[in-house]
């Protein structure tokens, strides 16, 4: 115990704490927002198949700008890897305009394992970690009727084209429909910390909902997502309890993977940049959810700017691709695969 306390210290000196100043930093790559609704076709002509339309204010990155159709006294069209269908389109340049984004935003969507994260796991594995358990600990987006529950019966699900994480599903067999001590309608980052939270059908006295989890589960792997907060209160309260959570789990050897939230009803994004600021200064994965909804309809939302829309799991329908829960869940799993993946260290023969 005291030699990994000694490691958080020695982490902790190595990264400095991240000021709310310092999150606007240089982004590589070109990026774009849509004006409006904006099409994404198969080639840079008004008459091309289209691919899917993008969403007002969708934020997308530029591959390069290629000369197509004339229209609006230009020809250039800008060039995308779309994430959602893979496929490389085109949209006229007149739709969309430069953006700049915080670094936040573009963080990738799909975690990379960091040797910190390694070095968390390999303790957690030490400590008796279930190596094929995952926990999760969040709110009301993160109940199990809608969220990653759907990976326990195969009627509820088709990965089509990402038949590849098949594997990664039945290798957490046991955690995607499993109850969370540490998930509830009325949680956030204050009350999971508290033992007033907890379940008193399941937790023992004195426990707060996180350490009544990892009791239960003991699990290698943790999705924390938190998307509400007290209106009144400022963001840089939520990012230190965000910060008190991930040193529960990192000191417990378990790898937290940190999620940014789909809406904005604080004005600012002051969360997501939380969210973002903690998972640097620990050096953890962050799945960054709020991008892989952006170029959907609505960026993902319902009219009340908050809840997600929602249509059933079947990755092989395009249509379905775009309402956000079937989103949620399919990069869930791919972020789970990722970190998974990443955090199995090759044996020396």
């Given at each position: 115990?005291?030699?990994?306390?000694?490691?958080?210290?020695?982490?902790?000196?190595?990264?400095?704490?991240?000021?709310?100043?310092?999150?606007?930093?240089?982004?590589?790559?070109?990026?774009?927002?849509?004006?409006?609704?904006?099409?994404?076709?198969?080639?840079?002509?008004?008459?091309?198949?289209?691919?899917?339309?993008?969403?007002?204010?969708?934020?997308?990155?530029?591959?390069?700008?290629?000369?197509?159709d004339e229209l609006n006294d230009t020809t250039d069209w800008l060039e995308?890897?779309?994430?959602?269908?893979?496929?490389?389109?085109?949209?006229?340049?007149?739709?969309?305009?430069?953006?700049?984004?915080?670094?936040?935003?573009?963080?990738?969507?799909v975690p990379q394992v960091t040797e910190t994260a390694r070095e968390i796991?390999?303790?957690?594995?030490?400590?008796?970690?279930?190596?094929?358990?995952?926990?999760?600990?969040?709110?009301?987006?993160?109940?199990?009727?809608?969220?990653?529950?759907?990976?326990?019966?195969?009627?509820?699900?088709?990965?089509?084209?990402?038949?590849?994480?098949?594997?990664?599903?039945?290798?957490?067999?046991?955690?995607?429909?499993?109850?969370?001590?540490?998930?509830?309608?009325?949680?956030?980052?204050?009350?999971?910390?508290?033992?007033?939270?907890?379940?008193?059908?399941?937790?023992?006295?004195?426990?707060?909902?996180?350490?009544?989890?990892?009791r239960l589960n003991q699990p290698s792997i943790v999705i924390v997502s938190?998307?509400?907060?007290?209106?009144?209160?400022?963001?840089?309260?939520?990012?230190?309890?965000?910060?008190?959570?991930?040193?529960?789990?990192?000191?417990?050897?378990?790898?937290?993977?940190?999620?940014?939230?789909?809406?904005?009803?604080?004005?600012?994004?002051?969360?997501?940049?939380?969210?973002?600021?903690?998972?640097?200064?620990?050096?953890?994965?962050?799945?960054?959810?709020?991008?892989?909804?952006?170029?959907?309809?609505?960026?993902?939302?319902?009219?009340?700017?908050?809840?997600?829309?929602?249509?059933?799991?079947?990755?092989?329908?395009?249509?379905?691709?775009?309402?956000?829960?079937?989103?949620?869940?399919?990069?869930?799993?791919?972020?789970?695969?990722?970190?998974?993946?990443?955090?199995?260290?090759?044996?020396?023969?």
């Amino acid at each position: 115990m005291f030699k990994y306390v000694s490691f958080l210290l020695i982490l902790l000196t190595a990264i400095p704490f991240v000021t709310a100043q310092e999150v606007t930093e240089a982004v590589d790559g070109v990026y774009y927002r849509t004006i409006g609704q904006a099409n994404l076709r198969e080639c840079p002509e008004v008459d091309c198949p289209l691919i899917r339309p993008y969403a007002g204010q969708a934020l997308f990155e530029v591959e390069a700008i290629v000369a197509g159709d004339e229209l609006n006294d230009t020809t250039d069209w800008l060039e995308v890897n779309d994430f959602l269908s893979g496929q490389t389109g085109y949209m006229h340049s007149t739709l969309a305009e430069v953006f700049n984004p915080d670094a936040w935003m573009v963080a990738p969507i799909v975690p990379q394992v960091t040797e910190t994260a390694r070095e968390i796991y390999a303790r957690g594995q030490e400590l008796g970690n279930h190596y094929d358990r995952f926990s999760k600990v969040g709110d009301c987006q993160n109940v199990s009727s809608h969220f990653l529950s759907i990976f326990d019966d195969p009627q509820e699900y088709a990965l089509g084209e990402f038949d590849s994480l098949q594997s990664t599903i039945d290798h957490f067999g046991e955690s995607w429909a499993r109850e969370s001590a540490s998930v509830d309608n009325g949680f956030n980052v204050a009350s999971v910390l508290s033992p007033l939270w907890s379940d008193p059908n399941v937790c023992e006295p004195g426990e707060n909902p996180l350490e009544c989890e990892y009791r239960l589960n003991q699990p290698s792997i943790v999705i924390v997502s938190m998307e509400t907060w007290w209106a009144q209160r400022p963001a840089e309260e939520y990012e230190d309890y965000m910060r008190q959570i991930v040193e529960f789990w990192i000191d417990k050897g378990v790898v937290p993977i940190l999620a940014t939230k789909a809406d904005n009803l604080e004005g600012d994004y002051g969360l997501n940049r939380s969210v973002y600021r903690v998972a640097q200064a620990y050096d953890v994965p962050m799945w960054n959810f709020w991008l892989s909804i952006q170029t959907l309809p609505g960026n993902g939302l319902s009219d009340d700017d908050f809840h997600l829309t929602f249509a059933r799991n079947f990755f092989d329908d395009p249509v379905r691709l775009q309402y956000s829960w079937p989103i949620r869940n399919l990069t869930a799993l791919k972020a789970i695969d990722a970190v998974y993946q990443g955090l199995q260290v090759p044996q020396e023969s």
